[in-house]
């Protein structure tokens, strides 16, 4: 088991993240990050890396795109024991990123709300979101993935006994992250099936 050296967490449930992401940080975990929650963390004496700085690569596109770059990707997906993966990710300077901590743009609450738009319903549908979660799922063998804050002490409690968590705990994890998925996919399909282009505005001119 290797040692965690460095985590990527962009949360719109921040709640608990300050406590968490400093003992991350005191147990000489790099902490990268993105928006609110960099700031978050960074107001409550955490030392963070902004995503972009460490992509060389800016946010763009309105928030469209933070975190879609080989470099996080990369650093997510690769087998830590597959020697071919390794040296790939040593040719384009991709390090590993052990942890990912990452809940949802609030779809379903967005569109609770009978005045919301298509338009706007739309603009809550998160990309960057799932794609690290399903990577960090698929890759559970070597990386934690994170999307409730009630699993922070078992976490913590973990890295601070191995200097990792245990693959029962990550695969664990991984299950929590496909059913999230496939419930807020399911949502998203759902509210969608109730449009008619026909009779929305959102077409009206196309």
Not at 73 to 96: A, F, T, W
Not at 142 to 161: A, R
Not at 167 to 190: M, P
């Amino acid at each position: 088991m290797h040692n965690m050296k460095r985590a990527l967490i962009s949360l719109t449930d921040k709640s608990g993240i300050e406590t968490f992401a400093s003992k991350l940080s005191g147990l000489g975990i790099e902490i990268l990050s993105t928006g609110g929650t960099a700031k978050k963390m960074r107001d409550a004496g955490v030392e963070v890396v902004d995503v972009s700085d460490y992509t060389g690569f800016p946010e763009m596109l309105d928030g469209r795109v933070k975190t879609l770059h080989p470099k996080v990707h990369g650093g997510i997906l690769h087998q830590r024991n597959n020697e071919s993966h390794q040296k790939q990710c040593g040719q384009h300077g991709i390090e590993p990123i052990d942890l990912i901590a990452v809940n949802l743009y609030a779809f379903e609450k967005t569109v609770a709300d009978p005045s919301c738009s298509l338009e706007e319903a739309i603009e809550n549908i998160d990309i960057g979101g799932p794609t690290m979660l399903r990577a960090a799922a698929k890759n559970f063998q070597d990386v934690t993935v994170i999307v409730d804050p009630d699993d922070y002490d078992l976490i913590l409690n973990e890295i601070q006994t191995f200097g990792n968590t245990t693959v029962k705990t990550r695969f664990r994890l991984a299950v929590k992250v496909f059913n999230l998925t496939a419930g807020y996919d399911t949502t998203i399909a759902e509210w969608l099936n109730k449009i008619d282009p026909d009779s929305d505005n959102y077409f009206s001119g196309v």
